[in-house]
């Protein structure tokens, strides 16, 4: 029950807990282009998965509640992952982190990803189970929650893949990764 209360809790307020980490980011932030070189290729990996799996969930995955997707959706990177788009969040932020040369931050990142997101994840699959049976639960079985597997899910959704839609819902988080490196950098000139 209280478990259920912190995932609804993290799930409602997701968006903005990237925020005071953000804050720190930028105070720290000691850029370089060694670090970019290093950064930026997690970055680029982070976002293609999360347009990948937005491209076939759509923007049901920005809802600040369940119930909002249109069903189980098991193709595309979900048939490798379960979870990709917080996969995607967090490398993502690990090579902000990276970009940003503030390497201390990662320790935070991890705690707080994991901090936030189990609890997150044990609602959503409390809901899915419940909505799916037992569909959810072959799939959740066979599919990991973090790390990919090296083979597709062999029972794919027949959902689609759609750039309209992919697009439509990653504008906010593609402009924020920009506004955040140009922030790293602009920091950086006024030092």
Known sequence: MISSKIGSFFFKIRSFTPIPFIFALLYFAEPSWHTVAIGVPFIVIGEF???????????????RSLGAARDLVTTGPYSYVRNPLYLGNFLLSFGVCLVA?????????????FAQYLPIIALEEGYLLESCGQTYQVYQEQVPRFVPRFSPYPNPSTHDFSWTRAMKSEKRTLTAIACVVILIFARRLVI
């Open 101 to 113: 040369n503030v390497y201390w931050l990662i320790a935070v990142l991890i705690v707080g990803y």
């Open 49 to 63: 998965l999360r347009i990948w799996a937005v491209g076939y969930a759509g923007a049901s995955t920005r809802a």
